[in-house]
């Protein structure tokens, strides 16, 4: 039996991991729950049927309401950042589910993986942010980061049973977003709506966002630096509307090796939990008949500058990774809200780097501050565009 705790429980990766667990009831069990709070009444019912031990909610007040809903025997509550980290530390799991989103899930995600547990990793800002420390600390442990995103989850498949010194490149494979065919002079008026209705995946709001602005592959580029310890040189990525092949490991003789599979993130999840045995699918199988047709093609950087803003911060290092993630939260956020325009994303963010600092960022806490700070002053500029 696999104890499990979740972060982000109730989220679209949160609910198809508990559709997993449901699934083979033998072979998971819940330890510990987390979540923002927004929604309580769900998260009573989940407390109802997967019994965890303990549940920590950001939310204080959400925390009070979870314990009127619950009759006794209750699991232990706990609040606000530091509840979410003592969850992820003391409650007794082999696995911690890291699917909060954005930095909200850095402090959590560290205390799991200095606590000796196994990483199912989903949140990738976490990485983006700490990709250093993170995985020197994993390697301290002999702790394992496992992707769950499925394009690492393919790069990963594509990995076993080969020399790493073979690889010659990475071929991350991205659907291109709700506006690959939307002409470039039409992204100015684009609505929330518009950027919402993603093609391939059904997925949180605000990688869904990322996905139409290309931010997710530059994200992505990051944490498959991080994961797979590789130059970003080394990583290409190539559009691919189906979303069917889920990314490719290219290697020295020319061989290409792809994962393919339907768009369904039970498959990398489900694989992440069963590593490195497989089990059936409970979901829809591929059926490459139906799908017909799989298409490939160049991103466009100048239409989509996010892509080209995370290689330059990636390439930069030290902190500059860190104000890129914080400045795209901060702009994805003002742009739900609907207060600044879709390629407003961009510009804050390259504007955000601008002012960067250049510094070494040597330990977590420099990391929050640097996240932090980088926040207060998006925040300010979005004042300013909005006024
Ligand atoms: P979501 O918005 O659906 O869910 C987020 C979860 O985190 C919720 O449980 C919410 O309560 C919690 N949360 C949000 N902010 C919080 C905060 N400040 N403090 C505590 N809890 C907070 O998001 P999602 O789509 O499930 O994505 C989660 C992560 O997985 C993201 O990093 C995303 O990039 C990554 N990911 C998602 C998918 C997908 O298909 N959804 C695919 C690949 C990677
Ligand atoms: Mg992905």
């Not at 995370?310 to 860190?322: D, F, I, K, Y």
């Amino acid at each position: 039996m696999k104890r499990l705790t979740l972060l982000g429980a109730t989220g679209s990766i949160g609910l198809r991991t508990l559709e997993i667990v449901s699934s083979f009831p033998e072979e998971f069990q819940v330890a510990g729950l987390a979540a923002r709070g927004s929604n309580v009444e769900l998260i009573a019912d989940l407390c109802r049927k997967f019994s965890p031990a303990a549940v920590a909610l950001l939310d204080r007040g959400a925390v009070d309401r979870l314990s009127r809903l619950l009759a006794p025997p209750r699991p232990e509550l706990l609040a606000g950042p530091e509840g979410l980290v003592a969850l992820a530390r003391d409650a007794e799991a082999d696995v911690i589910v890291s699917a909060l989103v954005g930095a909200a899930g850095l402090l959590p995600t560290m205390a799991g993986i200095l606590a000796g547990r196994t990483v199912a990793l989903a949140n990738k800002e976490t990485l983006v942010m700490a990709g250093n420390l993170m995985t020197a600390a994993a390697r301290r442990r002999g702790v394992k980061l496992l992707p769950v995103d499925s394009e690492h989850s393919a790069i990963f498949q594509c990995l076993v049973g080969h020399n790493r010194g073979d690889v010659h490149r990475i071929l991350l494979t991205a659907s291109g977003g709700p506006f690959r065919e939307t002409p470039r002079a039409r992204l100015a008026t684009v609505t929330v709506e518009d950027a919402l209705r993603h093609p391939t995946w059904k997925m949180g709001a605000k990688i869904t966002i990322d996905s139409a602005t290309l931010m997710n592959k530059g994200l992505e580029i990051i944490e498959a630096r991080w994961l797979f310890d590789l130059t970003p040189d080394r990583v290409q990525v190539v559009v691919h509307p189906q979303s069917i092949i889920h990314s490719m490991v290219e290697y020295i003789d020319g061989s290409v090796i792809a994962q393919l599979g339907v768009a369904d993130m039970g498959v990398p999840i489900l694989y992440a939990l069963t590593y490195p045995e497989r089990r059936p699918t409970p979901a829809a199988r591929l059926d490459l008949t139906r799908v017909g047709q799989l298409t490939f093609f160049e991103p466009d950087t100048e239409k989509f500058p996010c892509l080209r803003l995370a290689r330059t911060a990636l390439e930069h290092g030290s902190a500059a990774p860190v104000v890129l993630n914080a400045a795209n939260e901060i702009a994805v956020a003002a742009f739900l809200e609907r207060r600044i325009g879709f390629n407003d994303i961009a510009a804050l963010i390259e504007r955000a780097l601008g002012d960067a600092r250049t510094d070494d960022v040597a330990s977590i806490e420099e990391c929050v501050a640097v996240d932090v700070e980088t926040r207060a002053r998006v925040r300010t500029l979005v004042e300013g565009r909005t006024a």
